[in-house]
């Protein structure tokens, strides 16, 4: 026996109209009042009956399979229904993760920006992150019409300390904490965490942090300690040290180069514009996972619980960032994803847009409670985005033929109204265009900040180790190596006229270091190569043999 079995044409209908919404006014709650009390004459009857059948009627001549959405108060309006009616839903509603699937052109941007700046007053801070373009400065003027000062930091303005500790965190738990977001953005193998934690350990008692000191080492100060331990898992050790020196030379000591840089805390209390295009794909991970990251833990270690929202994060084209492929593939993804479904209790909202569902970490969807989707570009992208929602087959047919930019089906994460419902936002007026130099004049606000840069002299990600050379007139010239090179040639000098593939192993280095570093060392006659017939089917064998100058190089060398 099911459900249906027990009930009678009236509870059918009281059920079905409570679904439409259908008894919202007084009258309609008197109706219900007296169907709770058994009290139905025939003029009760007769009311129900006709207040459903006449929503009934309007929804089977509706051009559209979703309901009409009973969303009619809040202080944020969502959009607008097909009548021009808004959607309103409370801005707490937000404080939570959000996810936002639309293609190019769809309106994306636009829709973050109509809710930006309705949520602006709502807040202390909100970041709003751009990862591919520089849209979200357009906004200045927008907010100051209302109040908000709106800080733009361009991609190249930032100045950060990963290493720093943030509020209120210790810092044995922050050195393993930004230990694994190093590993995860830097795509390093797993044993590099504990290289990368207990190199960070040793600074921050070098720098006096456990007894409170606030200079902090930087990430020039973590290469060079990973760089000087010789004795540390050579793959894990080089592989640090080649991710982190492509970070450090496209940064350089302007935007890494603090003792103490912005304090994240602080930032977490201003509206503030990210731009982070033109960085490197690592780079951006790095910011954007250090300052998310960073906030989200100093809350979690205040014990901050079921605070309503004070900071809400937009990321906009957050594809690669939150990949599933990165995630699964090598030892890359970051920590976000991590601690995203903690935002809720802590009073952060986040709110992420992609373009596609394919490839979109299967953590997103579960850990985000509001779910929007624009126009897509195929039936697979509204499949994949619909069953989000749990769309039927016919609401995701429906959305393929005709969604256009600007219109977008969502689902609010709470409330007493959950089905998806379609809407529309509005166009944004033409916009002010924010010039850089307008931009970088918002970063006064900023400038009452605790800021302590590094004085480097000369830091140079390639370490330098001096080699003398007597030349035939016995004139002093100094030659210079790298770190691989002196290995290398050391290696060669020890073991002559082995196969070039059997120095991987002895001067501990990648093949592809060995291949970058076999002309060099040609070039200057240090070595000399010989191709030797291997005396079974395939390839020759290439056999290495030191010259006198490489010998001499190696005895002379000081390090």
Not at 132 to 140: G, S, V
Not at 172 to 187: C, G, H, P, Q, R
Not at 252 to 281: D, S
Request: proline content about 5%; hydrophobic content about 40%.
């Amino acid at each position: 026996m099911n459900n249906n079995d027990i009930l009678n044409d009236i509870d059918k209908k009281v059920l079905l109209g409570r679904q439409l919404g259908v008894f919202k006014n007084p009258l309609g709650q008197k109706l219900l009042q007296l169907y709770g009390n058994g009290i139905l004459d025939p003029w009760a009857i007769g009311q129900i009956n006709k207040r459903v059948d006449k929503q009934l009627r309007k929804e089977a001549f509706r051009a559209i399979p979703f309901k009409q959405p009973q969303l009619h108060s809040g202080e944020l309006i969502l959009g607008a229904d097909e009548k021009h009616h808004p959607i309103k839903s409370p801005v707490q509603y937000m404080n939570a993760g959000s996810l936002l699937v639309a293609n190019t052109g769809s309106g994306k941007t636009t829709l973050v920006s109509f809710y930006a700046a309705q949520i602006a007053h709502h807040v202390k801070g909100m970041w709003l992150v751009d990862l591919r373009k520089k849209e979200f400065r357009l906004l200045k003027a927008e907010f100051a019409s209302r109040g908000v000062d709106l800080v733009i930091v361009r991609s190249r303005k930032f100045k950060i300390n990963p290493l720093q500790v943030p509020y209120h965190v210790d810092p044995y738990e922050y050195a393993s904490t930004i230990a694994d977001v190093l590993v995860k953005v830097l795509n390093l193998p797993p044993r590099a965490s504990v290289l990368l934690s207990s190199s960070i350990i040793k600074m921050y008692k070098e720098f006096n942090i456990f007894n409170g000191g606030q200079k902090y080492p930087t990430l020039f100060h973590l290469f060079e300690a990973v760089r000087n331990n010789r004795n540390a898992n050579s793959q894990a050790r080089q592989a640090i040290l080649d991710n982190l020196e492509a970070i450090l030379l496209a940064f350089g000591t302007e935007m890494l180069g603090y003792y103490r840089g912005w304090p994240v805390h602080e930032l977490a209390r201003l509206q503030i514009a990210f731009e982070l295009a033109g960085q490197p794909e690592a780079g951006k991970d790095l910011v954007l996972n250090y300052l998310v990251v960073a906030e989200l833990i100093s809350r979690i270690s205040q014990g901050i619980s079921n605070r309503g929202m004070d900071l809400w994060m937009s990321i906009d084209e957050g594809q690669r960032l939150f990949s599933q492929r990165k995630e699964s593939i090598g030892h890359g993804g970051n920590s976000i994803t991590d601690l995203a479904g903690l935002v809720r209790g802590i009073g952060a909202g986040l709110f992420i847009s992609v373009l596609t569902p394919d490839d979109l970490s299967n953590k997103i969807p579960a850990i985000t409670s509001t779910k929007l989707m624009g126009r897509c570009g195929s039936i697979p992208e509204y499949h994949a985005a619909g069953q989000f929602m749990g769309l039927t087959k016919e609401q995701i047919v429906w959305c393929a033929h005709n969604m256009v930019p600007g219109m977008f089906v969502g689902q609010v994460s709470e409330g007493p109204w959950r089905y998806p419902f379609l809407f529309r936002v509005p166009k944004m007026k033409q916009l002010k265009v924010v010039a850089d130099h307008q931009a970088d004049e918002s970063l006064k606000s900023l400038d009452s900040l605790d800021v302590e840069p590094v004085e480097f002299s000369g830091w140079s990600a390639v370490e330098r180790i001096e080699v003398k050379d007597y030349a035939v007139h016995k004139t002093q010239k100094v030659v210079q190596l790298t770190d691989s090179e002196f290995r290398l040639l050391k290696a060669i000098v020890d073991n002559p006229m082995l196969s070039s593939s059997s120095y991987v192993k002895l001067a501990r280095i990648s093949p592809n270091t060995l291949k970058k570093l076999r002309p060099i060392l040609i070039e200057k006659g240090f070595i000399v190569e010989h191709i030797m017939d291997s005396g079974n089917r395939g390839r020759s064998k290439r056999v290495w043999e030191p010259l006198d100058a490489g010998k001499q190089a190696i005895t002379d060398t000081t390090i």
